[in-house]
């Protein structure tokens, strides 16, 4: 009895080994070199500054035996503004061998961070072929080959100080006087990254036709903004009479080469509207 147990052991042993042969396993069976290449991750989003000089992306190729030099191409694609204005590639990279990883080093542009104020920059980098006959990605889809690189400025100023502000009005309720209105007013540093201005109006509401004529003052439309990037934000600001938001295609911005903000402003209540210059003094 004893023996025949032993005979039914045996096939039952055959077939355990054999089902711990991965399907993955088997890719490699034939040529342990053969493998792929394709990106680790899909995406990378990099601040960029004055300081920054590489963005590396890494490539891996998937095989169980490198033993020699793989030359990988890749090309890139603008997906939102220009690359060129901010990197330098090669189109090649070099996975050496005894490793089974590189890193594509694209080289910022200097000045890359000022060209980031006006627009984000977007671009793929797609793998495109690799040497010694190694594909790229998988057939099934499932390795990924186009790598998305965002790039953000981190480049902003410190408005805080003291400025010269000159309004062109578009409308308000005294038009065509008291237009333009220039004074003088401070840009306060909340220190949190947000900006406060006591008469976001330019002084229509302080000391303006519209002090006299609705009893408006300091607070009547005080503002606090942000500025991400050079860019002015705000939300959530009002006047007595209702919201007030960025003037729909107007400029909101800062120019960093002249320290001056640019705001365009626009009431909802009754349709005041303007565009402030602010001069540093």
């Not at 008469?199 to 005080?222: E, H």
Request: charged share 10%; aromatic share 10%.
């Amino acid at each position: 009895m004893k023996k025949i147990v032993k005979l039914f052991i045996l096939p039952l042993v055959l077939v355990l080994t054999y089902s711990c042969v991965s399907d993955d396993d088997s890719r490699f069976q034939a040529n342990p070199e053969s493998g792929w290449i394709e990106f680790p991750s899909a995406t990378t989003t990099t601040s960029v500054n004055s300081s920054l000089e590489t963005i590396s992306i890494p490539v891996n190729f998937t095989a169980p035996i490198n033993a020699s030099n793989v030359s990988v191409s890749y090309t890139i694609q603008d997906v939102l503004g220009n690359a060129s204005d901010a990197i330098t590639a090669s189109g090649t990279v070099n996975i050496a061998p005894n490793t089974n990883t590189a890193t594509i080093d694209l080289s910022v542009v200097p000045g890359a961070d000022v060209a980031l104020v006006s627009s984000d920059i977007t671009f793929d980098i797609v793998l495109q072929s690799a040497s010694r006959g190694i594909g790229i990605g998988l057939s099934d889809g499932s390795a990924t080959t186009v790598h998305t690189v965002n790039l953000v400025c981190d480049l902003t100023l410190d408005l805080g100080g003291m400025y010269s502000v000159t309004t062109n009005y578009g409308y308000h309720d005294f038009l065509p006087s008291f237009n333009p209105h220039t004074e003088v007013t401070e840009i306060v540093d909340n220190g949190d990254g947000t900006f406060f201005i006591q008469d976001f109006s330019g002084g229509l509401y302080n000391g303006g036709p519209y002090s006299a004529a609705y009893n408006t003052g300091p607070t009547s439309f005080d503002v606090n903004f942000s500025n991400s990037c050079n860019k002015i934000q705000w939300e959530g600001q009002s006047d007595p009479w209702g919201a007030c938001i960025p003037l729909d295609g107007g400029v909101n911005e800062v120019d960093i080469a002249t320290g001056v903000v640019t705001i365009s402003w626009f009431c909802e209540g009754y349709g005041e509207n303007g565009v402030s210059v602010y001069t540093p003094l």
